[in-house]
Each structure stands twice: as structure tokens, then as C-alpha cells.
């Protein structure tokens, strides 16, 4: 595994996070 390799994985799990995040707080907005 490269260097480039290890800062995408780390990338996609970051985004992962920050779209579940994200989504929670629409979906909380939502049915508050």
C-alpha cells in the first residue's frame, strides 16, 4: 500500500462520517 493509498482510505472513511453525521441532523431536523 502506497502513501496516496493510505490518505484515500482515510479520506473515504472521513467522508463516511461526515455524511452519517450529516444525515442524522437532516433527519432529526426533520422529525422534530
Known sequence: MT???RYYMIFV???VLV???A???V???VIA
Open 3 to 5: 502513501q496516496n493509498d
Open 13 to 15: 472513511v472521513v467522508a
Open 19 to 21: 455524511l452519517d453525521l
Open 23 to 25: 444525515a442524522t441532523f
Open 27 to 29: 433527519f432529526l431536523k
